[in-house]
């Protein structure tokens, strides 16, 4: 999310080392000082109730 | 005044699909009330390794085996004296060390005088993943138009 807008969506890919998964986005055009980026990452299982997330936000200039 | 009689009792805190959740990710918070006052019998955590993979994830189990109970695996117990048959609320809290990832659990049970509960314990299951953003770096600033390499760790409890 980009100042509360969603800019993109993606599945993350295995990236070669255990546990962990990767991808990557292009970010917009960016206004004024300490607009915000927010990032979701979310998990799921096949076959479980095995759910997980985490959010980060980041600092935007333009 | 009633004698009251020690009883242990173990708890094991076990995550979905995996081992039970030990030290190496902060362990547990265990806690044991009485039902219907309330009051605070025990509390502590559940520290330790994650127990014995083969044994956790053997294909058959028979009953009255246990799966947990083994050297050096992670456990809360306790002793708690009992003067008459008691109802009790267990809640566990977990990973401690991952606080956006900690989940709860909560059961109930009677607790008897005398009447141990060893082995396993009783065991209480977490659902849920560890997540982490793993890249970028937490303290980055970003410009317009930049291209962002997204990173991140998923891992059972």
């Known amino acids: 999310m980009h100042n509360s807008h969603q800019i993109a969506s993606l599945n993350l890919d295995f990236a070669g080392r255990t546990n962990v998964f990767r991808g990557s986005f292009e970010l917009g055009a960016v206004e004024k000082n300490y607009e915000v980026l927010d990032i ?7 076959n479980t109730a095995n759910y997980g997330a985490t959010r980060r936000t980041y600092k935007l200039i333009p | 005044m009633e004698s009251q009689i020690p009883t242990r009792v173990r708890v094991r805190v076990l995550s979905c699909d995996a081992k039970i959740v030990g030290s190496l990710v902060g362990g547990c918070r265990v806690t044991i009330r009485n039902r219907d006052s309330g009051e605070l019998l025990a509390a502590g955590l559940q520290l330790g390794g994650s127990g014995d993979t083969e044994r956790i994830f053997q294909p058959s189990v028979g009953r009255f085996d246990t799966r947990f109970d083994t050297p050096g695996t992670a456990v809360f117990e306790t002793e708690i ?11 566990v809290e977990g990973p401690l060390a991952y606080p956006a990832s900690s989940q709860k659990a909560t059961m109930t049970t009677w607790l008897i005088p005398g009447e141990h509960v060893l082995g396993d314990g009783f065991v209480l299951k977490l659902f849920g993943f560890i997540v982490e953003v793993l ?4 303290v980055e600033v970003f410009q317009s138009n930049a291209g962002i390499e997204l990173e991140a760790g998923v891992r059972l409890l």
Request: net charge negative.
């Open chain 2, 81 to 91: 004296p009992l003067s008459a048959p008691t109802p009790v609320v267990i809640d």
């Open chain 2, 135 to 138: 890249q970028p770096f937490s």
């Open chain 1, 40 to 46: 979701l990452v979310t998990a799921s299982q096949q």
